[in-house]
Structures are given as C-alpha cells and as structure tokens.
C-alpha cells in the first residue's frame, strides 16, 4: 500500500473531526467504505488545484471512486446541506442571527476557453466572451445562492434566475443591495411582490467617476475575491477550464469546507448531536492540540 504524503490542499485533523461530523453516514451493508477523509482530501486536491480527476495521485484513494463521492454529494444535496450548517455557525460565532435577512447581489464575466461551453457568450460592456457568475452573499461576505449564465445575458436577467431558483433560501431576506445594472422599477416592484424583498440601488456621489468601494456593496466583492484566494487564480481567474456551468457552484461548496471550518475550528465543541438537529455548543476555552 502508498504510503499518502501530505498535501497543501489536505484537511488537517482538527478541521477533517470537525467535518466528520456533517458527513453523511454509511448503510452499513455492501463493500466496506473508502476511507471518507482521503475522499475528502481528494475531492479538495483536484478541485483546488484545477487538475482532470485521472491525474488525481495514487496515493489518494481511486479517481473514479473520488469522482462518486463527488458527484452522489452533489446530486443528493449533501454539499448543499453541508454549507448551510457552516454558513449558520459562522454567522453565529460572529453574533448574528443564523438566517440572513439582508444581502448583496453582483456579478461578474469570466473568459472561458474553446470547445463544447455551456453558457457562453460575449459582454460587450467587459469586452469578455465566455460566463457571467450572478453571486448574492449576505452582509458578512458568505454566499447565499449562485447562479452562472452566459456572459451575454444581462445582470437584471441573471438575478431572476438565482430569485427564481433559490426561492426557498430567501424566505428571509428582506433587502438586496445592488448596483445600477439592476434598476428597473417595475422590475423592483415585481421582486418586491413575489419574493417580499426591497432591492435598493448603491450608486456613486454625484459627480464621483470611476470605480468607488460602496459600504453596502463591499462585501460581495470581497467575496469573489476571496474564493479567486482559496481556489486559485487558474480555475476562476480570467479564464476557466470547467466547461460545465454547474461545477463552479460545486467548487464554492468544497472550498467553504476549508474556509470556514478554519474559523470554526478555534473555538472548542462540547457537543454534536445528530446531523438532522446539528448545533455546534461552543465553549470559550480553545480546541486543544
């Protein structure tokens, strides 16, 4: 058997008890289970490095049996479900309340390369062919709901479909901070009227030209660029390499793991009930080594 070196990309122990505990659990029947944290560790190597799944190393457990994890993860909803808990415990280790009720809505055109795309167009305003990532995060920075369109399509277009599409993830926000690419009034007093929420446009002074960091707005572009941070520059950089507009969803997921679970991850557990009533019982003495 290889012997698994260590990896940037790996969990370290603290972070890989932590989220053990979010994990789905087995059945107990069939072949025995992979071991769940190199799967994990695997899942995290391929997509934070950007690299084709059969180049994974051989020390990590079989690419194809990654990939499963991977793909039944995201078609079940476990990644989903994974993300919410640590968005609801960041929020509360950092006083708020565990729904958001207010957010920031913005997008952004990525280059994309040749071949079969999904969602590909030109931006004419950003002079860039290839998608248009549609990002509403909350008012700390952590991301609510992700839509990716063709790079043509209009940032009024692209919020209808994340609105319509994360419908039940908005059931608490009352107010969404956007940019004027989103004006609209009627549009405004339809979003208003379906979803209960009051868009509320940011614009620069009178007479400010040029690009102005805007308190309401700050935080969503913080947010991009931290997930260019922690996934690299390659992957959602100016060009990306997935041609499939679902994977970026996904990558946002896999990476929040390592993100937050380091915030987290400080702060000592006494307790973790059942993963259908999960709720982290801090104490403020620090985890101990």
């Known amino acids: ?31 025995p289970r992979l071991n769940i944290e190199e799967v994990i560790n695997g899942i995290l190597y391929v997509v934070v490095g950007g690299i084709a799944w059969h180049l994974l190393p051989n020390d990590f457990p079989k690419w194809k049996s990654v990939y499963h994890y991977f793909w039944k993860w995201r078609k079940n909803g476990e990644w989903e479900r994974i993300y919410g808990v640590l968005r609801e415990l960041e929020r ?12 920031c809505l913005d997008s952004q055109s990525v280059k994309s ?4 795309q999904e969602a590909r167009g030109y931006d004419a305003g950003k002079k860039i062919t290839g998608r248009k990532r549609h990002l509403l995060v909350d008012t700390i920075g952590l991301p609510i709901a992700i839509e990716v369109s063709a790079a043509s399509e209009s940032d009024q277009a692209g919020a209808k479909k994340l609105l319509i599409k994360n419908k039940d993830k908005l059931k608490n926000i009352k107010k969404i901070w956007v940019d004027g690419t989103y004006r ?12 209960g929420i009051d868009l509320e446009l940011v614009r620069n002074d009178e007479g400010v030209k040029g690009f102005v960091a805007q308190a309401k707005r700050w935080v969503v ?42 915030r987290l991850i ?21 985890l101990s080594t």
């Not at 509360?92 to 957010?103: D, I, L």
């Not at 060009?239 to 380091?262: D, E, G, N």
């Not at 400080?266 to 620090?286: A, C, E, G, H, I």
């Open 1 to 31: 058997m290889i012997k698994k070196q260590k990896y940037k990309t790996d969990l370290t122990d603290k972070q890989m008890e932590f989220i053990k505990e979010l994990l789905p659990k087995g059945k107990g029947k069939g072949r």
């Open 92 to 103: 509360e280790r950092q006083g708020r309340k565990k729904e958001a009720s207010a957010g």
């Open 113 to 116: 390369v040749g071949g079969k």
């Open 184 to 195: 609209g009034e009627d549009w405004h007093q339809q979003v208003k009227q379906v979803y």
């Open 221 to 262: 572009e913080e947010s991009v660029r931290n997930f260019v941070f922690y996934i690299g520059k390659r992957i959602l950089g100016e060009k990306s390499y997935y041609h499939k507009a679902f994977i970026f969803y996904s990558l946002v997921k896999r990476v929040s793991l390592m993100a937050y679970s380091q």
């Open 266 to 286: 400080s702060t000592k557990f006494m307790t973790l009930p059942s993963r259908k009533n999960f709720r982290l019982v801090y104490s403020s003495s620090p």
